[in-house]
């Protein structure tokens, strides 16, 4: 339990890199994905061959796999444009309303009894959204995006704890990655319909300047590929591998609500990294604080059960 618990919050902290990253690449949000998981599925289609350890997927689950893919895939560009309309603590401080909806939604889907307890906790990390919403409205279509995030992120980690017990976590993340990188291609022409001056390429710097801007800020470096790599190999296939893992052990509710951490994280990058200290007011760190609340209290009571 306490390793599985390690590796979550090791991809957790992961994850919470990448509001950094979403805000620091230039792309607009869909082509972002597109780019995160073509490189991440080809990441980790070369692990696979590499290491020996590909597996055949039934077509069945193959199809199960594709829809937490396209899931996946929508909310990384609901997370991305969440980060575009407000900013990466806006973002990321939204995706703690997914632990309420996976107390709602857990049970339904696997046919178990609600747990009054962790509802309240839900209940409480919702409360610290309200909070963050009541005292920044400028960022309202920011936070929807950002609810909307964490609806697809209750949803398709409740899917993938249903499957997780019967692949490898590499298999699952190329399965996923490649399914839902065809959906963002099927879907691609709507984009360049609705958007036709939308960038496809993405912005990279001479070496000369990469390296000149190390000594100081990682804003300073302007290459996309750079920072489109780094998501794909740590924060994608390390992060989902470590993730999958902790899966095998621990409940929905548990891997949702501990990823309510990645606001925490994030946004502790966010205000180092970019100031965004700043543009927030005490409402907002309020309400963090309450989102910081029911993680700890869930996590008390898993280790107590352990003693």
């Not at 306490?2 to 957790?12: C, E, N, R």
Request: glycine share 6%.
């Amino acid at each position: 339990m306490k390793k599985a618990l390690i590796q979550l919050h090791g991809a957790v902290l992961l994850w919470g890199f990448t509001g950094v990253l979403g805000r620091l690449i230039s792309l607009d949000a869909p082509v972002l994905v597109w780019y995160r998981m073509a490189l991440t599925a080809l990441i980790m289609l070369m692990v696979l061959l590499i290491t020996r350890s590909w597996i055949r997927v039934p077509k069945q689950d193959v199809r199960k796999l594709a829809v937490i893919g396209g899931l996946m895939a929508l909310h990384w560009i609901a997370f991305y444009a969440a980060i575009k309309y407000a900013n990466a603590s806006i973002a990321l401080v939204c995706l703690s309303t997914s632990s309420i909806f996976t107390s709602v939604l857990d049970p339904l889907v696997n046919k178990t009894k609600y747990n009054n307890r962790e509802m309240a906790l839900g209940c409480l990390a919702l409360a610290g959204m309200y909070l963050i919403y009541h005292f920044q409205q400028v960022y309202f279509t920011g936070i929807v995006l950002g609810v909307i995030a964490a609806l697809l992120s209750s949803v398709f980690t409740i899917l993938n704890k249903r499957i997780a017990q019967t692949y490898p976590s590499g298999t699952m993340v190329f399965y996923e990655m490649t399914t839902g990188l065809i959906i963002i291609s099927v879907l691609m022409p709507l984009l360049w319909y609705y958007s036709p001056d939308t960038v496809l390429l993405p912005l990279q710097d001479s070496l000369g300047d990469v390296i000149s801007a190390l000594p100081g800020s990682i804003t300073g470096m302007h290459n996309d590929w750079i920072w489109l790599i780094f998501m794909a190999a740590c924060c994608t296939v390390w992060a989902q591998t470590l993730a999958l893992n902790a899966l095998k052990k621990l409940s929905s509710f548990t891997i949702t609500l501990t990823v309510n951490m990645e606001p925490v994280y994030g946004i502790l990058l966010a205000i180092f990294i970019y100031r965004e200290d700043k543009q927030l007011n005490g409402g907002f760190f309020a309400g963090m604080g309450l989102i910081c609340l029911s993680v700890l209290l869930q996590m008390f009571t898993l280790l107590r059960k352990r003693q």
